[in-house]
């Protein structure tokens, strides 16, 4: 058993043994290394000033990717490469993301600013060309600035990502590749002592093994939840199983009939993989978070810690999901909807690990639908999540599938607007209301700082009634500000 | 379709270096990380911090509070109280003594600071300072105006401003239309969270690195709480991570306890707020109930006007005074208003107290008047745009109700000029055709004005000082009064002495602002920055040419007017030298090159209360037209487009300048539509980090964007002709606020649309039902 870390940094391993579990990255580079250019805005991973790019090899190459470094643990980095605003530039030559933020006046208090650079040095290194507007901005919603009005951002984005991603980092990537190759051979590793650990399983064996005999260890996928326990509510996490370096939950397994994604597969991997099922579920994940929420959180924690309001788990109940667990030896299968058993309560026992999802795909005569409201677009927790799967037989509804998430303790399911549906017309706007009036029998929502009980209704109700109408033809163009469908796109 | 444009700025002719579209100074730190904040400043050895606690009611009462296991804690160095203050126990800004730096046992508000913990690292301080027992008495709190109305609760004593007889001029009105909104806070959520490192020296000193728009009153509030002289204190401030007015009173709370807590230790101190406890412990932006009567005749002139402005000051006066009377001074915002009464209340509620924040009050004055002209607009069966420009302030129609002379008004000029590049008439007649055949998006557009007044309202903050150092290499060291927050005005400054000098903007020196070098400064606000310190430190810079030029003329023999400096170099009759060579010559020749500068704004008179005289030294101007898109079913809003003309005089600097316009643009339009502050009954922020308080972010920026600098200069001797920048487009938003109140007018043409701020999606559709719904 390895007992110690191993991550590369500005080309060289770094091999931490002695190592506080609930350390971040944040205050490691801030108070260990003393490296002050990464800023902490909110702690909370919302902000963006504390952004920093991970390298790590995916399928051959190298792929780069923003993280918040305030609610990522030292122990997530094993096995990969860390780069900071600090590493950039050489000297005075700075790097072509700097230059144009310098050129095109991005800057003004520049608080914000290392963490823009790095979430740009990021997309320079995704490779997108030509860029747009779109994608910029896409890759900005995890990061906040309060001064720019981020015009100037976005300039120095399209000037900065105008040409082939071409500077040291590209000069030497296969060197970094074949580095952080070496390190992906390392074995699983437990820094700490049986009392408080940081552990890195490498197989779901070694996983398993270690939970049954620490049921009592925090599991942790991402840390875009986890990390908050410890940043904001000062929880003691004395011992945490990291399953990051499980390559067996990072599969995709696209079948005809079903998608199956391990736990384990970022928001970030799984989004191709799902807007493949449905433009909407693809739209879901743009949303979801920001760019380094999605880089960092992963489907099965998002699943298992059991949030009232992830997007997700609404679209995924919509399409009847299952479930797969498993504790010890010992492998079970639950429907995702009967997962969730009460608020901050799933059917998890101590020490069992959600492992994947298998979800089904559309079949003929399936029309789904997933929308959000929330306060703001981007980056923000929904009010109200509606996902929709009717099946239409002709013009007529003959089945319904819908969940909500926002409208109750847990994501649920609107049975009686469900039951409401089928017969329905699709040419009958009027009688839609019956199923639109049941989702006032189906929930009580609470009323909160993103919304009132009232207005979640409302939103709701709007959203079944929306729904219904774009399944029955109407322009997405003209029922939606974001997120239009890719044929009312097409159309325009 | 993606298109950002900008305006190419006009040059400024014949200046050298102000005027030009120059970078940040600190743009490449900036990008890299090496931009040195408070928390980034390697600290002493043996450094401490200083975490507070905050009480966990709104109203009431601690009666015991037991804190011996945080002070058992291990590497908890100690516990602070009330009781360890050595001078006055308040950080109050204008000495009110109502600001406690810890609480007595009373509680105002929750979140009030109770104690705090010293400890070897911030996470030992934070987890300590949950160990601590309290026992409170609670009382029911006062959370809401419409609360603190009901229960006659104020801080302030009412203000009003009166023009004739408002009461008459409404009764005999041709028309008249009465309402209530109400206008939401905010906050600030500068990037960089209150932060202060206090390093004690020999004597009682104390040295405070503190992230201030104030640090005269860091010092002031430091040495008060210590009960030392102000001699004794000095504050300083390379930067902030944004300020936004969030750090012009409420920084001074944060220094004083990390030099509490160094006085107490002997080590040097550090307190960084955690964001939740920021948000929960920091005033933000005054939320105003606006009420209104207007009387108009069929043309939609004003007749009368009668509001009135009851603003949530929170639990303690500190600077609500200066903020409601701005609120009241833009109740006019561009328009006359003939007979008028402009009456405030200052409500006290058991909340945070609020503060300063961008527009200082003048964007809730200018929102009322703003609904006021569409409500008459829709009343009417008018655009809205023309019974603006119908009641802007014109010849014999230029008092304001304050009674200041509006003599440089540019207003219609420049809302004409915004209504032809917005192509504004044509668009409306597209939105009517969209909103015709779309029954669930409908589009809306709205062109509005601002005037805001420049200069602080209480007349003694209108100084500056600096001191410049010419060496005898030829560089040379700037230092003022003024604060960096990203607006730019380190570099302003640095280019008007540059200018002076005749040298490259490289030549100059940029330094920390402390008040060890200029002393008796004001906060940098009021977007006075550039006006006040450019002044100070061109006296300085001309002043300290004045003895070189002597020294030249006399030793070369030639006139005075034959010397000349001008890149780097200067011009002695027919020789020439660089300017080190000079500064050279004259360090041997014994001619002093240091020099203080200072300035007071000429012309401003207020006579507070009688409420008349000239408080403003002049006007900034602005438009902006803005297209929004709602969903009725839902209340979701997209900003389509936004066109801004804005008048900010010869530019001192272009990029900043545009930088200012469209960055105060976007945290205006944040403040009326995403951003919401919400308080529970309990009178708790339930809304105190970024994931549940919504800034904007990239996408919800226009994806077309038009900004242009008006030509013209400042009819007043400004520096270089220059116009105050950092707070009038904040309020350019208040189109966006308008179209969206146009795009639900569309549901029902002639209904009077019932908006409150911020616009978010429930609150749309709220008032999407109110129209559709019947009255």
Partial sequence: ?492 | MTRVTTAPPPEVAMLAVAGKALAHDSAVKHVTGRAQYVDDVREPEGTLHVVPFGAPIARGEVTSMDLADVMATPGVVAVLTAADVPGRNDCSPVDFDQDPVLSHGDVEFHGQALFAVVAETRDIARRAARRAKLVTRTAPPIVTIDQALEQGETCLPDYTFTRGDAATALKGAPQRLQGTFLVGGQEHFYLEGQVALAIPGEDGDMYVLSSTQHPTEVQHVVARVLGVPDAAVTCEVRRMGGGFGGKESQASQWAALAALAAHVTGKPCKLRLDRDDDMVMTGKRHDVRVTWDVGFDREGRLVGYDVVYAARCGYSADLSSGVVDRTMFHADNAYYLPECRIHSRRMKTNTVSNTAFRGFGGPQGMVGIERVMDAIAWQLGLDPLDVRKRNFYRPGADVTPYGQTVGDNIVLELVEALEASSAYRTRRREIAAFNARSPILKKGIALTPVKFGISFTLTHLNQAGALVHVYSDGSVHLNHGGTEMGQGLYVKVAQVVAEEFGLPLEAVKITATTTGKVPNTGPTAASAGSDLNGMAAQAAARTIKGRMIDFAAESYGVDKDKVAFRDGLVVIGNETISFGALAKKCVLARISLSSTGFYRTPKVVWDRPNGTGRPFYYFAYGACCAETTIDVTTGEMRVDRVDILHDVGRSLNPAIDIGQIEGGFVQGMGWLTTEELVFDADGRLRTHAPSTYKIPVASDVPADFRVALWAGENREDTVYRSKAVGEPPLMLAIAVFNAIADAIHALRPGAIVPLDAPATPETILRAVKAVSGGE
């Fill in chain 1, 1 to 492: 058993m390895r007992r110690s870390i191993r991550f590369l940094r500005r080309g060289r391993v770094i091999d931490i043994a002695d190592l506080a579990p609930m350390t971040t990255v944040l205050d490691w580079l801030r108070l260990g290394e003393g490296a002050r250019g990464t800023k902490e805005g909110c702690n909370e991973g919302d902000c963006g000033a504390c952004t920093v790019v991970l390298a790590r090899p995916k399928n051959g190459r190298l792929v780069y990717e923003p993280v918040n470094a305030c609610i990522l643990l030292v122990g997530q980095l094993d096995g990969a490469a860390l780069i900071t605003v600090d590493d950039l530039a050489a000297g005075a030559d700075l790097h072509p993301v700097q230059a144009a933020m310098v050129k095109h006046h991005g800057s003004q208090c520049g608080f914000c600013t290392p963490g823009i650079v790095m979430s740009l040095f990021a997309l320079y290194h995704e490779g997108l060309r030509p860029i747009d507007r779109r994608q910029i901005v896409d890759q900005l919603a995890g990061n906040l600035c309060r001064c720019t009005g981020y015009r100037p951002i976005v300039d120095a984005a399209l000037e900065a990502c105008a040409f082939p991603a071409d500077d040291r980092f590209t000069a030497r990537q296969s060197e970094a590749l074949a580095e952080l190759t070496a390190l992906a051979n390392d074995g699983a590793a437990l820094v700490g002592s049986d009392e408080t650990f940081f552990a890195v399983p490498r197989t779901l064996d070694e996983a398993c093994d270690l939970l049954v005999r620490h049921p009592d260890a925090t599991v942790l996928a991402g840390a875009t939840d986890v990390g908050l326990w410890i940043t904001k509510q000062l929880r003691e996490l004395p011992k945490i199983v990291w399953l990051g370096r499980i390559e067996a939950l990072r599969e995709i397994e696209a079948r005809d009939d079903v998608l199956r994604l391990g736990a384990m597969v970022s928001h970030a991997d799984a989004y191709c993989a799902l807007a493949a099922i449905d433009p909407d579920l693809g739209e879901v994940m743009r949303r979801f978070g920001s760019k380094q929420v999605r880089a960092s959180g992963t489907v099965g924690g998002n699943i298992a810690n059991g949030s009232p309001i992830g997007d997700l788990a609404p679209a995924l109940i919509a399409l009847d999901t299952t479930l797969h667990l498993r504790r010890g030896s010992t492998v079970r299968e639950a429907n995702l909807e009967r997962f969730f058993i009460a608020y901050g309560k799933q059917d998890r026992l101590a020490g069992e690990l959600v492992t994947g999802l298998t979800v089904p795909r559309l079949r003929p005569g399936e029309r789904f639908r997933a929308l959000k409201v929330s306060k703001r677009f981007d980056e923000d927790i929904s009010a109200v999540m509606g996902a929709f799967k009717l099946t239409v037989d002709g013009r007529r509804i003959v089945a319904a599938r819908i969940a909500y998430g926002g409208m109750a303790a847990t994501p649920k399911r609107a049975a009686m607007a469900e039951a409401a549906l089928v017969g329905l017309s699709l040419e009958e706007a009027a009688s839609w209301e019956v199923a639109i009036d049941a989702l006032t029998r189906d929930f009580a929502p609470i009323s909160d700082m993103r919304a009132s009980a009232t207005y979640r209704m409302e939103a709701a109700q709007a959203l079944l009634g929306k729904a219904i109408a774009e399944i029955a033809g109407a322009d997405t163009a003209f029922t939606r500000l974001v997120g239009q469908r890719p044929e009312a796109v097409a159309a325009e």
